[in-house]
């Protein structure tokens, strides 16, 4: 068989294609190369983006009294004083953007003006948090990226 250039460039392109076809293989099938979406229904959550404009803005019209701090004992969310605790209904989400499967959406049972979440319940690290709730027919709504 006599080897020229024709020759080559055809090995050539065969090797390229096999390359390719190895990457591709290995990222569709290794789970090490996982994609996970932030959310399923992400063009539902575009469409609600300007409802909760109004739920944000009132939320930072309470100022420093709607706080999120992170301490020893896990996560503390505190509300402001003047409420009763008992009719505040509500989430918080926990969005942990490394690791889909530690995402967690807890519904707000308070009986003081401040509710912990258990550092049992979070690993260490950044968690996008997510409070909504209701209060007197008024809705708020406070986003913030914690480092735990």
């Known amino acids: ?14 090797c390229f294609v096999a390359f390719i076809l190895q ?15 932030v959310t399923e229904n992400y063009y539902q959550k575009e469409v609600e983006i300007d409802a909760n404009r109004l739920k ?21 969310i505190y509300f402001p004083e003047d409420i009763d605790s008992k009719q505040v209904k509500g ?12 995402d967690q959406t807890i519904q707000l049972e308070l009986s003081s003006n401040y509710l912990l979440i258990p550092k049992s319940r979070l690993v260490d690290g950044r968690w996008d ?13 406070k986003q913030q990226t914690l480092i735990l």
């Open 1 to 14: 068989m006599k080897f020229n250039w024709g020759t080559g460039i055809v090995i050539g392109i065969i």
């Open 23 to 37: 990457y591709v293989l290995r990222v569709q099938f290794d789970s090490k190369y996982d994609n996970e979406l």
């Open 56 to 76: 944000i803005e009132n939320a930072l019209a309470l100022g420093n009294s709607l706080r999120m701090e992170p301490t020893k004992e896990g996560l503390k």
């Open 91 to 102: 989430t918080i989400s926990l969005y942990r953007p490394s690791n889909q499967a530690l």
């Open 129 to 141: 948090v997510t409070l909504s709730y209701a209060y007197n027919g008024k809705e708020y709504l």
